[in-house]
C-alpha cells in the first residue's frame, strides 16, 4: 500500500499550517476512496513535544490509517548551485513517501539541487515549490509539481504571486528562493538567477 507523507513545521512548540496540512492529508484519503482521514492535530498533542527550537514532525501514514512519527531538529539549507532537469511525464501531485525518481535525477545532475522542466515549463526542486522575484515582486510558477502548503498560505495571503515560467522568460528574473512547509519566503536565502548552472543560453539542459 502506498505511503505518505507530511513534513510540518514546529517551532517553541507551536505547530504551523495545520489547517493546510490537514486538508491535503483529507484530500488524499478522499481522492483513493477512502472514507475519513488522521487527525494531524490529535497526533501532535499526544507527542507531548516540549523542546523549544525548530523541528520537523514528519508523518509518515496509509490509506488504512495506520502511521508513525519522527520529530527531527531542523536548520534551512544553504544550497550552492542548482540545475535545470527536464523529466517531461513525472508525476507528483501527492505527497508520497516513495521519492526515488526525484533522487535518481539528483543523482543524475551535476550541481547539489534540482530544478524540475516539465514541457518547457519551471515546476519545483526535489523538495519544494520556488520563488522567482522580477522587480520588487515575488511569483511562483504555475506549474508547479505539488502544491505545498506554503506556497497555499502564501498566495492567499497575497505576498506572492502565480504566473507562467518558463525556460523562454526564466532569464527576465533576477533572483529565486526556495520555499516548503519547513520555509516562509521571510526566511530563506535568497539566489541570483546565476545560481542555475544551465540557464538557457550556457549548456545543455539535462533530460533524464
Same mark, same amino acid.
Request: hydrophobic residues 35%; charged residues 30%.
Given at each position: 500500500? %502506498?505511503? $505518505?507523507?507530511? %513534513?510540518?513545521?514546529?517551532? +517553541? ?5 495545520? +489547517?493546510? !496540512?490537514?486538508? &491535503? *492529508?483529507? #484530500?488524499?484519503?478522499? !481522492? ?5 482521514? =488522521? /487527525? ?35 536548520? =534551512?539549507?544553504?544550497?550552492?548551485? $542548482?540545475?535545470? *532537469? ?12 516513495? &521519492? ?20 518547457? !515549463? ?19 510558477? %504555475? ?8 506556497? #497555499?498560505?502564501?498566495?492567499? #495571503? ?18 529565486? #528562493?526556495? =520555499? ?5 519566503? /521571510?526566511?530563506?536565502? *535568497? ?11 550556457? /549548456?545543455?539542459?539535462? /533530460? *533524464?
Amino acid at each position: 500500500m %502506498s505511503q $505518505f507523507i507530511e %513534513s510540518i513545521k514546529v517551532e +517553541d512548540q507551536d505547530i504551523f499550517l495545520l +489547517d493546510f !496540512h490537514q486538508k &491535503r *492529508v483529507n #484530500q488524499t484519503f478522499a !481522492h483513493f476512496g477512502k472514507e475519513g482521514s =488522521i /487527525d494531524l492535530e490529535k497526533i501532535f498533542k499526544n507527542l507531548n513535544h516540549d523542546e523549544d527550537g525548530l523541528y520537523k514532525l514528519k508523518i509518515t501514514y496509509d490509506l488504512d490509517k495506520k502511521f508513525r512519527t519522527m520529530m527531527i531538529p531542523y536548520a =534551512i539549507p544553504e544550497i550552492h548551485d $542548482f540545475q535545470l *532537469v527536464e523529466n517531461n511525464i513525472y508525476d507528483y501531485s501527492f505527497k508520497f513517501e516513495d &521519492r526515488k525518481e526525484l533522487e535518481r535525477m539528483k543523482i543524475k545532475s551535476k550541481a547539489e539541487e534540482i530544478i524540475i522542466i516539465k514541457n518547457n !515549463h519551471i515546476t519545483d526542486t526535489s523538495f519544494s515549490n520556488l520563488l522567482f522575484q522580477k522587480g520588487k515582486d515575488w511569483f511562483t510558477p %504555475s506549474t508547479y509539481l505539488l502544491n505545498g502548503v506554503q506556497r #497555499q498560505h502564501l498566495l492567499k #495571503q497575497k505576498k506572492i504571486k502565480e504566473t507562467e515560467i518558463t525556460l523562454q522568460n526564466i532569464r527576465e528574473f533576477s533572483h529565486f #528562493q526556495l =520555499i516548503n512547509a519547513m520555509n516562509d519566503f /521571510d526566511d530563506m536565502f *535568497v539566489y541570483p538567477i546565476q545560481k542555475i548552472t544551465n540557464l538557457p543560453g550556457s /549548456d545543455e539542459y539535462l /533530460d *533524464v
